[in-house]
């Protein structure tokens, strides 16, 4: 599987040199402890990690740093014996077995402007790989600076990265070496790292956890206002459904009382019907001579109260019928009287003609 790259990291200076240089918190911790030794005689170390090839970016991983047992370095002159390198091989295949070897460290007083060149011709002799890092340190000041090996010279790069991650292999060097580094144990190198590393990751997952609660109120409050379009949608449906049939009722009733307005017709047999199916004996001589038909005006002045019902609340067809005839055979007359063809469609206060 091919490595990411890390999540959790620090910035130092600018990254935008190649390759990316990525330190991890142990290593740079180490580099740290053995600057209070370096202040009587240099410190060397060996660096080890990967050098790797992501997204179209050469990239340097640090994960790993040995010790080198006795570096030599007085004014332009730096000496690195060749034992001392194979020595650290040793170490490596011990403390890093899956780590390579990608540079070195040299920790002193002062500037190391006057080694360049010697520095750069053990650079080229003991770790001649594209992209291999020189990294000085200074043991009196909080100064450092890093150099890759490119096109057979030591470039300074503008800065490097801090990454935080389970390193086991490193942790467990630092503890075997601490005494040699002057640190007791009541310091507890391997506890510090860790707790760097535990502090970054716990942030991180409390971030993570706050990211988390906010966006369920978020989809809570979503998923609220959903429910609440729902059901005011269904309400509006249905109130714009009752308003139709209301609506309907209305039209229905209108027209039944323009038929109930309209003028009686006069039937071949001399009878005047009217419209809601009553009628009335007309004298066919008074028809004949000249008399008119009562008009409608006339004959629905002749209705009371009693010839109409109101329908209330509960009421239906059937049970009006058998309210004013105790049963309910009159549910047709009841229908044809006021022009109903469906008998569920009567409404409240709807005033129904009697047969």
């Known amino acids: 599987m091919e490595r990411q790259f890390p999540k959790n990291v620090r910035q130092i200076g600018n ?19 053995l600057k209070q030794q370096a202040k009587e005689e240099p410190a060397g170390v060996v660096l080890i990690g990967e050098l790797l090839t992501q997204e179209g970016q050469a990239v340097v991983y640090v994960s790993g ?3 080198l047992k006795d570096v030599q370095a007085g004014g332009s002159e730096v000496v690195v014996k060749e034992e001392i390198l194979k020595e650290a091989e040793e170490e490596r295949k011990k403390y890093f077995p899956s780590g390579d070897v990608i540079g070195w460290c040299l920790i002193e007083s002062g500037h190391p402007m006057g080694q360049n060149r010697e520095i750069t011709k053990i650079h080229s002799r003991s770790f001649p790989k594209e992209h291999t890092l020189f990294v000085w340190k200074d043991a009196q000041e909080n100064e450092e600076i890093y150099y ?23 942790q467990n060097y630092m503890i075997s070496t601490r005494k040699k580094n002057g640190v007791t144990p009541s310091e507890m190198v391997e506890d510090r790292a860790a707790k760097d590393f535990r502090s970054v990751v716990r942030e991180k997952m409390e971030d993570k956890e706050q990211r988390q609660n906010s966006r369920l109120v978020y989809l ?3 998923l609220l206002v959903v429910v609440v379009l729902a059901i005011g949608i269904s309400t509006v449906n249905n109130f714009d459904k ?9 039209s229905l009733s209108q027209s ?10 006069v039937s071949e047999e001399g009878d005047a ?8 004996n ?7 001579s000249g008399g008119a038909v009562p008009e409608t005006s006339t004959i629905q002045e002749q209705l009371s109260e009693d010839d109409f019902y109101m329908v209330q609340k509960g009421d239906t067809l059937d049970s009006i019928s058998v309210k004013l005839y105790g049963d309910t055979s009159h549910v047709d007359a009841i229908c044809k009287m006021n022009g109903l063809t469906d008998g569920n469609l009567i409404y409240i206060g709807q005033k129904l003609l009697l047969p």
């Open 15 to 33: 990254v935008s040199d190649e390759p990316k240089i990525y330190v991890e918190d142990y290593v740079d911790i180490y580099l740290n402890q």
């Open 256 to 265: 039944v009382n323009r038929t109930e307005s309209q003028t009686g017709t």
């Open 220 to 222: 809570t409050s979503v």
């Open 242 to 250: 009752m308003e139709a049939v209301q609506n309907s009722l209305e």
């Open 148 to 170: 890759a090996y490119k096109y057979g010279e030591l470039m300074q790069m503008g800065g490097h990265y801090i990454y935080y991650e389970k390193n086991p292999a490193m």
């Open 65 to 67: 740093a040995i010790q």
């Open 282 to 288: 007309v004298d066919t001589a008074d028809a004949g």
């Open 273 to 280: 019907i009217e419209a809601n199916g009553t009628v009335e």
